[in-house]
């Protein structure tokens, strides 16, 4: 089992910076990908950005320029820098672990609040 802890959410104007941080512990021999996602109330949830352990990233269109995502591979621990944040990027942040393993499993956070005010 991967154990994910989340930090970093909260109330932010528009036009402000938030950084999100997921920790992995546990069973982490195995991850090869990282990732966050987000659900707004009412909608489904959409993938905001990927990173790999060899570094490729993915973006949604809707984030790129603005959202950076880092990894520290040593500790497991997955980033997500948010700028120029806007009223639409409200939601619940979530991360996301895959772990390769002879089959692939996949972990979620508990999730972590972000509301942006205009």
């Known amino acids: 089992q991967v154990q994910l802890v989340e930090s970093g959410g909260g109330l932010v104007q528009a036009g402000g910076s938030l950084r999100l941080s997921c920790a992995a512990s546990?069973?982490?021999?195995?991850?090869?990908?990282m990732g966050w996602y987000r659900q707004a109330p009412g909608k489904q949830r959409e993938l905001v950005a990927t990173i790999t352990t060899a570094g490729s990233t993915n973006y949604a269109d809707s984030v790129k320029g603005r959202f950076t995502i880092s990894t520290d591979n040593a500790k497991k621990t997955v980033h997500l820098q948010m700028n120029s944040l806007k009223p639409v990027d409200t939601a619940v942040y979530s991360c996301r672990v895959q772990k390769a393993r002879g089959i692939t499993y996949v972990y979620w956070g508990q999730g972590t609040q972000v509301t942006v005010s205009s």
């Open positions: 546990g069973s982490i021999l195995g991850i090869n990908a």
